[in-house]
């Protein structure tokens, strides 16, 4: 079993200067490879960040560009697309180079998952848009505000655990027990501006590539990113 010691650690807890963090000590190499690979997926990370953009353009580009050409085929139109780098010049390609750019595949899926927006940076959008036909466009045709509730269940916590009181009491009377306990009205309503029903079937009609790039920025849905590997062979 592990020998649970105490020691001094300079700078590791700066705001508890006046006490002492216990350490343990763990058999083999453990922390030091934890530590490693810590260090090593902050590193991936702060890469996949700098290079997502640049994929997510393309993928945007391409689905974007495709839908707006089948606009009038739903069936035809897509929500992904595999990005691959691009084949080396035909001067310096050979075999060995090809196979190489032609390995790495990543998956890009635009999905119809709205995220939160701005409703000013909407309406201005929509006011600067012109549609496919030269008109300007409403912005009532395409997005309205909802009412949203949300509930919040802190309340029915008491120094950090359920208290089946105030839980049974706020279900039955949310606004006396609210004011009793001196809390917050559990039950919020708020306007929100989303996408109508069927904005995404009809953008690719009414806008073209580049003013559907712009609500994109505007009234954005969640895009991901799979790199795609060939299965193991055994």
Not at 16 to 39: F, L, Q, W
Request: glycine content about 2%; some cysteine; aromatic content about 6%.
């Amino acid at each position: 079993m592990a020998k649970l010691t105490s020691i001094d650690l300079p700078e590791v807890a700066a705001k508890k200067a006046a006490s002492t963090i216990p350490t343990i000590y763990v058999h083999g190499d453990t922390v030091a490879r934890y530590n490693e690979a810590r260090d090593q997926v902050d590193k991936a990370t702060e890469v996949m960040n700098e290079l997502k953009p640049t994929l997510i353009d393309e993928g945007l580009q391409a689905v974007f560009d495709h839908n707006s050409q089948h606009a009038g085929d739903s069936k035809a139109q897509i929500s992904s697309v595999n990005l691959m780098d691009r084949l080396p010049d035909e001067d310096e390609a050979d075999g060995r180079s090809v196979a190489e750019a032609l390995k790495e595949v990543c998956m890009f899926s635009w999905l119809r998952k709205d995220l939160k927006n701005n409703p000013k940076q909407v309406e201005a959008e929509f006011n600067r848009l012109r549609k496919v036909d030269g008109k300007k466009a409403n912005i009532n045709d395409y997005a309205g505000y909802e009412v949203v509730a949300q509930f919040n269940t802190d309340v029915f916590m008491v120094d950090g655990k359920f208290n089946k009181e105030r839980y049974e009491a706020l279900i039955t009377a949310l606004k006396e027990v609210s004011e009793q306990f001196e809390v917050d009205m559990p039950l919020t309503c708020a306007k929100v501006l989303k996408p109508k029903a069927d904005f995404h079937d009809k953008r690719w009609q009414d806008f073209d590539v580049e003013s559907n790039i712009a609500l994109q920025a505007v009234l954005p849905t969640q895009c991901n990113l799979k790199p795609i590997r060939p299965e193991a062979k055994e």
